[in-house]
């Protein structure tokens, strides 16, 4: 099984509909992210946590939420969803001991029409 | 202006060739330097991880660093199909979660 899972794999849905992406992981990591990847651009940092308590937006966080709803799960949210918000969405957790290295989960296509 | 920039490519090259990816960054706090693979339809997937400057090396994959240059390389020996994949530089500083990514280069190994 994977370490750190994103649902759904895909999804298509039209602008102004609320959109929830999920992740879990079984790394045990207190760290988790969002980032979305967009061709060209790379990837960015969307929200980020350090626990349970702890959120912080990244550099896109316009248009989006996050709840971190227990240590293993990170769930972001497009509470209008609009086209521009087209994009792979990936979730990422990391160990601070081991100094940033952050593993990936399998993304989330999301299109919206 | 990204901190960390990467050619896009893409690149192809014969099997067996040896495969150059170079990205530059202007961030001089960055202490730590990763590159990733990325497989279509899959998460990047964390490849090589050094700190300061220097090289390191794993099996066909060596990673080097110049810091006095701000130039990160990563350098694939014997390439073989399998190492078709989109390539993602990315560093951060020291005790700064933050990673700065460059865009990627996607690169083709024919057989």
């Known amino acids: 099984d994977a370490d750190v899972t994103q649902t759904p794999r895909n999804r298509i849905t039209k602008t102004g509909k609320r959109i929830m992406l999920e992740c879990s992981q079984t790394?045990?990591?207190?760290?988790m992210y969002w980032y979305r990847q967009d061709p060209g651009l790379g990837l960015r940092l969307i929200y980020y946590s350090f626990d349970v308590k702890d959120i912080n937006k990244g550099e896109i966080s316009d248009g989006y939420s996050v709840s971190r709803q227990a240590q293993a799960k990170f769930s972001l949210s497009l509470e209008s969803a609009i086209p521009n918000q087209t994009a792979l969405y990936f979730c990422a957790t990391s160990d601070p001991r081991d100094n940033q290295p952050q593993h990936f989960g399998d993304g989330t296509r999301l299109s919206i029409l | 202006q990204k901190e960390v920039e990467q050619d896009p490519g893409p690149l192809s090259v014969p099997e067996g060739a040896i495969v150059s990816l170079n990205c530059t960054y202007s961030n001089s706090a960055f202490q730590y330097f990763m590159w990733y693979r990325q497989y279509s339809r899959k998460g990047p997937e964390l490849l090589m991880y050094t700190y300061s400057s220097g090289n390191k090396e794993d099996g066909r994959f060596t990673a080097q660093v110049d810091k006095s240059s701000k130039y990160i390389s990563l350098f694939i020996r014997d390439s073989q199909p399998s190492d078709s994949a989109t390539y993602l530089c990315a560093a951060s500083g020291s005790n700064d979660y933050k990673l700065s990514f460059g865009a990627g280069t996607t690169v083709t190994v024919r057989a």
């Open positions: 790394k045990g990591h207190d760290r």
